[in-house]
Structures are given as structure tokens and as C-alpha cells.
């Protein structure tokens, strides 16, 4: 069970280039999302989704486009590069399940990937 | 609406003395409420979690968090504090209304002395 896996690991850039953060999760989770880090910030959710064709923005969607064709993947895409983008990206998923109701331990928890650290030159 | 506030940006402790970090919230539903640890240059890794059942909850580590309602608040403790301690702490609520809605704090970064 591999959990939420992102790629690439790091990441250098040009202002201006275009990239995708992937992301994939195995448990069959309805709830996906990215996050941006940046110090003092804590995490700024971007984008999420809960389930595959339904797609919203969170906090900071600027500069960002995502979308979900399968359960299992989430990808966020970067059309055009600015330094303000450099910050380390997580995707997290979860069931959106409550827990009261399914009685499962791993509802509303979210899993997060390993990250991937972009920066933009 | 809802949000979170970490009352403090750096906390330091010495090895052996108790730990608290503190983290009040406001919702307009009722929350399911976390602490996650993030260790350096690691991901976020789940160390407790309140969901409406009982209000003091024991988390891994020896880490723990009492919810008082009245208070809004959801401050996490440990008895004494390890040296493997040491990460940044976030404190996170969640709604489920019509879809899950999280909020992150801005975390606390924990230091601890030998």
C-alpha cells in the first residue's frame, strides 16, 4: 500500500516554463487536495477535489490548474512559472466520510505525500 | 467560516520538561479537529485526532490534546519532551458540511534543549 505518492521530488524552473506535480493516491480516497508551504505560512490549501470530475479552489488558486479524470490521480499543473510559485507543494488525501457514521479509523484524516520542492528561478 | 490560530510561532523546552502547545479554533459546524508533526524536510504525519467522542484525546508519542468547547481551544501536551521532539507542529480543523473543508495553523516550530 503505497499511500499518496508525488512527483518529482524536486524540481528547478524558469519563470515563464510550464510543469505538472503529479500526484496519485492507492485507497481509493474521494478526497484529494494540494497544499503550498512557505515559512510562517503553515499550509495554504490551492486546489481540491472531491471526486474524480469535480474540481474547486481553495485558498490560493492563482497560477494553478488541476484536474481529476480518474479516483486516483490529482495533477497540478503550473502553465507559466513565477518565483512567487517556489514553496514546497504536498498532496494529501482522505476519505470525506465522517467518522462518527462509517466508524473508521482513516476517515476525514488526511494522508499527505512526501512533497516536492519547486523553486522558480 | 472557520479558522485556526497557533498561539505561538516557536516553543523551547529542556529534555524532561513538559511540553504545550497551544491552538485555538473557530467553526461554524462541529469540527473534527488535529494535530499533525511535521519533522525536517519529511511530510506531515498524523499525531491525534478529536472527532466528537471523548474530549481528551491520546495521540502517538505521549502526545495529547484536550478539546474544550467553551474555550475553543484544542491545546496539545506531552509530560516530557524528547529530544525526537523537536519538528513543527500544525493544528488543523475540519468540517464535513457539504464537503470536507480543512484549515491549517501556521504551526509551531518546537525546540527542545538538551
Known amino acids: 500500500n503505497a499511500g499518496v505518492t508525488q512527483t518529482p521530488k524536486f524540481q528547478v524552473l524558469k519563470t515563464g516554463q510550464s510543469m505538472t506535480l503529479q500526484c496519485a493516491q492507492d485507497m481509493n480516497h474521494e478526497y484529494m487536495s494540494w497544499y503550498r508551504q512557505d515559512p510562517g505560512m503553515g499550509l495554504r490549501l490551492i486546489h481540491y477535489?472531491?471526486?474524480?470530475?469535480?474540481?474547486d479552489q481553495g485558498e490560493v488558486p492563482n497560477g494553478y490548474n488541476v484536474s481529476r479524470s480518474t479516483t486516483e490521480d490529482f495533477p497540478l499543473r503550473l502553465l507559466s512559472a513565477a518565483p512567487s510559485q517556489t514553496s514546497v507543494y504536498f498532496c494529501?488525501?482522505?476519505?470525506?466520510?465522517?467518522?462518527?457514521?462509517?466508524?473508521?479509523?482513516?476517515?476525514?484524516?488526511?494522508?499527505f505525500g512526501a512533497g516536492s520542492r519547486l523553486t522558480v528561478l | 467560516a472557520q479558522s485556526v490560530t497557533q498561539l505561538d510561532s516557536h516553543v523551547s523546552v529542556s529534555e524532561g520538561t513538559p511540553v504545550l502547545l497551544r491552538c485555538n479554533y473557530s467553526s461554524s459546524y462541529s469540527p473534527s479537529l488535529f494535530w499533525y508533526v511535521q519533522h525536517p524536510n519529511k511530510g506531515l504525519q498524523l499525531l491525534l485526532k478529536?472527532?466528537?467522542?471523548?474530549?481528551l484525546v491520546k495521540g502517538i508519542n505521549g502526545f495529547e490534546a484536550e478539546f474544550k468547547k467553551s474555550e475553543t481551544s484544542f491545546h496539545l501536551t506531552k509530560p516530557s519532551a524528547h529530544m525526537s521532539d523537536a519538528a513543527e507542529y500544525f493544528c488543523?480543523?475540519?468540517?464535513?458540511?457539504?464537503?470536507?473543508?480543512?484549515?491549517f495553523g501556521t504551526g509551531t516550530k518546537l525546540q527542545v534543549i538538551p
Open positions: 478529536y472527532t466528537s467522542a471523548a474530549t
Open positions: 488543523v480543523v475540519s468540517v464535513l458540511y457539504l464537503y470536507q473543508k480543512v484549515t
Open positions: 477535489s472531491v471526486g474524480a470530475g469535480i474540481t
Open positions: 494529501a488525501s482522505s476519505t470525506d466520510r465522517p467518522l462518527e457514521r462509517e466508524g473508521l479509523p482513516g476517515a476525514n484524516v488526511l494522508t
